[in-house]
Nanobody
Framework: QVQLLESGGGLVQAGGSLRLSCAASGRTFSNYAMGWFRQAPGKEREFVAA????????NYADPVKGRFTISRNNAKNTVYLQMNSLKPEDTAVYYC???????????????WGQGTQVTVSS
């Protein structure tokens, strides 16, 4: 079955950077789109970024545009989220997800990781 394992979360000061990684297994990674989502305390889970099967197409939520970059290494079955200029409002549990399609989208994801905590202090 599909398994997703996130890593790279932690505590960082405002203005700092973190890089999240998500290692995938269980099927041919390079065939499918990948996404990152986040959920802050008391809020619903929200879309952050997505990348298509090849890495040639990406999509970002407005609050992270220009600060976050999603990328993938199909040889390593891994997707990344580089987060720069972090703000306290970026504090959340970040989830990696994949879907049964190679095309980028903000929804319709079928498989989820367990999440990694990102905390940005002011």
């Amino acid at each position: 079955q599909v398994q997703l394992l996130e890593s790279g979360g932690g505590l960082v000061q405002a203005g700092g950077s973190l890089r999240l990684s998500c290692a995938a297994s269980g099927r041919t990674f390079s065939n499918y789109a990948m996404g990152w989502f986040r959920q802050a305390p008391g809020k619903e889970r929200e879309f952050v970024a997505a990348i298509n099967w090849s890495g040639g197409s990406t999509n970002y939520a407005d609050p992270v545009k220009g600060r976050f970059t999603i990328s993938r290494n199909n040889a390593k079955n891994t997707v990344y989220l580089q987060m720069n200029s972090l703000k306290p409002e970026d504090t959340a549990v970040y989830y990696c997800a994949t879907k049964d399609s190679g095309f980028v989208s903000t929804g319709g994801y079928d498989y989820w990781g367990q999440g990694t905590q990102v905390t940005v202090s002011s």
